[in-house]
């Protein structure tokens, strides 16, 4: 039998089950092309309890063509108005940031990976020694990638999005098929933002069942109700983006949390693992319940009686539902009213 892997190791950090949830920064295009900013959001982010800060590697031209013609300007959604190229030319971060961004990262103790949307940017990744790679949505169905990625031997953290059963399905047999067990996937609806009624979070345990992988949450909701919801659900990683203010208008910042909104989830996903806990069934009796007392004195030898003995509370005598085999038997010695009953006090 094929082994897989219910853990992965990203930096220091191991993420699965058991494990704490792993939380990660998405800095997406919010940078705004401005290396300070990306200073800062780095930053931010470690401030806000992430424990990773997540890049985008990719050029305009490694994902579309400069084209002018319909097939490549968008009609809907949040990017309506633009032309692909264009869109892609403006979010993109400069490759030559990636070595400085790491360097700087790791310097205050925060993992830094990204996701490689061509060869080339593989190569970068592999060549700087990014403890992960990310394969985004849109690329779930680039298996080219995915092997290119995967044959790294570098931990494979894969966004589901729009992908269908049979494209996940071919997704994971890729990446396996490289002998790399250290995969993880990330459910993720792939609208901007996404509204709750679209997350279907009761996949992720379906998607562990079915990969026998850790499996995560990538999020593009509004707040953090969902990302909680989905570590209640047993999500191992959620992927938030991640800006240092809405009013800073880049492509994605307007579903992204600030510093401030990251620090409430990552306090409340702390707390509902606290509250998760382990499966337990309290094994000592609670004093707060029912038991039997005497509500008379009892002399020795003198028959228990339902007059005589009642339920109530304090829970420390014998427990209620012993009330009936009691009733007629004798008092080994003399109870005092208010003495709960024993086992030992019973003839």
């Known amino acids: 039998m094929t082994f897989f892997n219910s853990t992965i190791k990203i930096g220091q950090d191991e993420i699965g089950e058991g494990k704490p949830v792993y939380l990660v920064a998405e800095m997406s295009a919010n940078h705004g092309q401005d290396y300070i900013k990306a200073v800062e959001i780095i930053h931010a982010a470690k401030e806000a309890g992430a424990n990773a800060i997540k890049l985008q590697t990719y050029s305009a031209d490694s994902l579309t063509i400069d084209c002018k013609t319909d097939d490549f300007y968008i009609k809907k959604g949040p990017w309506k108005g633009q032309y692909m190229y264009d869109l892609y030319k403006s979010a993109m ?36 020694d990014f403890p992960a790679m990310k394969i985004a949505s849109p690329e779930l169905i680039d298996l080219d990638l995915i092997r290119r990625a995967a044959n790294s031997g570098k931990p494979i953290i894969i966004s589901t999005g729009p992908g269908t059963l049979s494209e996940i399905n071919e997704a994971v047999k890729v990446v396996r098929e490289t002998g790399n067990q250290n995969l993880c996937l990330l459910k ?15 996949t992720i345990p379906d998607m562990k069942e079915k990969y026998l992988c850790p499996v995560g949450l990538s999020d593009h909701s509004i707040g953090v109700v969902v990302p909680i919801a989905a570590v209640a659900l047993g999500a191992c990683m959620i992927e938030k983006h991640f800006v240092l203010s809405r009013e800073e208008k880049t ?9 401030e909104e990251f620090g409430l989830m990552t306090r409340s996903i702390r707390e509902a693992e ?8 309290p094994q000592k009796s609670d004093p707060a319940r029912r038991s039997l007392y005497a509500v008379n004195d009892i002399a020795e030898g003198e028959s228990f009686t339902k007059e005589n003995v009642r339920n109530l509370r304090p829970g420390l005598g014998l427990p209620p539902k012993h009330l009936n085999e009691i009733v007629g038997r004798k008092s ?5 009213r208010g003495e709960p009953l024993y086992w030992n006090m019973i003839v």
């Not at 400069?94 to 061509?118: C, M, N, Q, R």
């Not at 901007?192 to 009624?197: I, N, T």
């Not at 606290?274 to 069934?281: D, N, Q, R, T």
């Open 93 to 128: 971060m400069p490759w030559e940031w990636h070595v400085d961004l790491k360097a700087e990262a790791e310097k205050i103790g925060l993992t830094i990976f990204s996701a490689p949307f061509d060869a080339t940017a593989v190569e970068l990744l592999q060549e700087l």
């Open 274 to 281: 606290k509250a998760l806990g382990v499966v337990s069934y």
């Open 251 to 259: 492509a994605d910042s307007f579903f992204s949390l600030t510093p």
């Open 332 to 336: 080994r010695r003399s109870v005092k």
């Open 188 to 202: 993720c609806t792939s609208e901007y933002p996404a509204p709750y009624e679209n997350m279907h979070l009761r």
